[in-house]
């Protein structure tokens, strides 16, 4: 027998029953001692939600909800698409905010009609900004959207011409001529409209929409430059999203009191160096001199004093987390969320209500909102005969044998044709 084995055992149990012993009373009671008389039913509805159920719930008129469809990085990941914001405001108007690689995914999850979410605004072209954007726009014909895309985004303020908004845009168009130029005739093509909009970026505080009650303003960001951030004020209510940017005087002004304020929130330098594998100097200018990194964020966030901030773009991890939200308590004691993908807020004008989504992983498009129009006889893209040389003539019948079953159960007359 180790008496030593013992007797070290022995004072760890004491030394446990002492601590338990100096625990202070918990003076817990549960809901059921106070309230025995619960409404939950065991065939109806639950009449809370911990969680919020997209397309379930109704926006109160006075109302606005933001959904994070993104809130990571330029680093991909399962977890975390790059910056994306879905604002949506009782009024019925929707807006998203940036639309960085990862999010398309994350946006159709919510199950939304194209038709209502036509409108991005873009605070710069990176890639963790607007990289999902061609696939937002491209897809548009087979998800049932009907309606021109919208995209508002920087440009002017003495930056290149060639790395403006429109010229992104003409780039993209043109990487996509073959894809658009083939489908014609055989999908609704309205949606390959593109309409974009510029806005001044190094204007302070300027109007860059204004309609139907809603005023979104852009301040410049410190992001390179061409970068900036937006005010939206809708219903008496403030929402402000940064984007990329260091601290700057124009946030912290134009962006004070906020109702809901989402700002960037990098990982401290020695955590990214060792998370990212970036040498000391890649991370300390990741950090310091192109992004806000925590204590910068926290030490916005006390000087901004809006109602209610989001802290978003870092890997959100059960290892991180608690050594940004140390950085960021360190200069800051408000309230703030640590974003994550799905993160919802519920905005009114007395308060903030923070929740998950639930959301779906099998989406199919949702139905058109507008009638079909798809354009026929001369319109339709022909493929050339030497291609269609390859088609073998065993599956002409095969193909009208499909047709005929269609046409018999569905009551109409569509003919198998290869060619117009
Ligand atoms: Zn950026
Ligand atoms: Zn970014």
Known sequence: MNWKLILTFM?????????????PTLDF????????????????????????????????PDEMRVIACGSGMP??????????????????DKFIFDM?????????????????IDKVFLTHLHMDHMGDLQ?????GPQNNRSVPLRV????????RPEWSTKTAMDSMLKTWAWMNGTLVGT?????????VTEYDWSKVNGVIYDHNGVVIRSIPAIHFEQSASFILEWNGMKLAYMGDSLPNKWWIKHANGADLAIGECFLPAALA??????TGQEALNAVTTIHANATFAGKVMAMTKAKHNVAYHFQNDADTLPVVMNAVEQVYDGPVDYALDFMVWNVTKEGVRTRMAVPNHEAYPTPPLHEKKVASGGDRYQTPDSVLAGWPEEFNVVADKIYADFNKKHGTNYKFQLKK
């Open 100 to 116: 960085g690689t990862g999010s398309m995914e994350r946006i159709y999850a919510l199950g939304i009609p194209l038709d209502y």
């Open 135 to 139: 696939g937002f726009y491209m897809y």
């Open 273 to 278: 160096a060792k998370k990212w594998s970036f």
């Open 11 to 23: 004072t760890g149990v004491a030394a446990t029953v002492g601590l338990l012993a100096a625990l």
């Open 187 to 195: 999908i609704d093509m309205r949606s390959a409209a593109l309409k």
């Open 152 to 159: 508002w985004g920087p440009g002017g303020g003495g930056t």
């Open 29 to 60: 009671q549960p809901v059921e001692a106070k309230n025995p008389k619960s409404k939950w039913s065991p065939t109806k509805p639950n009449p809370t939600f911990d969680v919020y159920y997209p397309g379930t719930e109704t926006l109160a």
């Open 75 to 92: 680093m991909p990941r399962l977890k975390q698409a790059a910056a994306c914001f879905l604002v949506e405001l009782g009024n019925g």
